[in-house]
Each structure stands twice: as structure tokens, then as C-alpha cells.
Nanobody, 128 residues
Framework: QVQLVESGGGLVQAGGSLRLSCAAS????????MGWFRQAPGNEREFVAA????????YYADSVKGRFAISRDNVKNTVYLQMNSLKAEDTAVYFC?????????????????????WGQGTQVTVSS
């Protein structure tokens, strides 16, 4: 059984940086399209960033464009989210997700419904 495990969250001051990692473990994972989402208390889960199977194409929410960068290492079965210039409003639980079915190709990478495998999340808290 494949699992996604996020790490790298924590407490950081506004303006600081964090790098999140999402590692796949278990059976052969392949290289599916991957996404990062976040959910703050009382809010719906929202799209943050996504990356295609090859890593050639990336997508970002307007709120993080220019500050966050998604990347992947298919040899290590790991996806990263580099977060710079963090703001208090970036505070949330961050989840990584995998699209093993191929839905993002037709539906786009920004909807939660396009992903079939989710990690348990890692907390990011930005103090102002």
C-alpha cells in the first residue's frame, strides 16, 4: 500500500522560509502528477501548487505565486514545496496529494477531486 508522508512543517516568523517534503512509500509509486493543498481552521481545503509527472509544468495559486516553488525528485519519489516570504495568512495544515488515475490531465490540477491519494498533513504556523 502506497502512503504519502509530509514533513518539514513548523513555526516560523513572517518573512521566513520553510521547505516541505512529501515522500511516497510502499509499493511502486510511479511518477504521478502531484499537488500541494492547505486547509486553515474553518476553511475549505485550497489548492496551493501542482507539478506534472515529468516536472516540466508547474501551477500555483495566485496567493503564493512568486513566493512558493514546487519541485520533485522522481528517483526519491519525493515532492517538495519551498515556501519563502511567508505570511501569517499562509498558516494552515499542508497536504500533498497524488493523481494516480490521470484526472488532472482532463480536469486540471487545482481541484481536490482530481487527486486520489492524500497524505495526513503537516502544520505550518507563521507568526506575525
Amino acid at each position: 500500500q502506497v502512503q504519502l508522508v509530509e514533513s518539514g512543517g513548523g513555526l516560523v516568523q513572517a518573512g521566513g522560509s520553510l521547505r516541505l517534503s512529501c515522500a511516497a512509500s510502499g509499493r511502486t509509486f510511479g511518477s504521478p502528477a502531484m499537488g500541494w493543498f492547505r486547509q486553515a481552521p474553518g476553511n475549505e481545503r485550497e489548492f496551493v501548487a501542482a507539478i506534472t509527472c515529468s516536472g516540466i509544468s508547474t501551477y500555483y495559486a495566485d496567493s503564493v505565486k512568486g513566493r512558493f516553488a514546487i519541485s520533485r525528485d522522481n528517483v526519491k519519489n519525493t515532492v517538495y514545496l519551498q515556501m519563502n516570504s511567508l505570511k501569517a495568512e499562509d498558516t494552515a495544515v499542508y497536504f500533498c496529494a497524488a493523481d494516480r488515475v490521470g484526472r488532472t490531465a482532463g480536469w486540471g490540477p487545482r481541484g481536490v477531486e482530481a487527486y486520489d491519494l492524500w497524505g495526513q498533513g503537516t502544520q505550518v504556523t507563521v507568526s506575525s
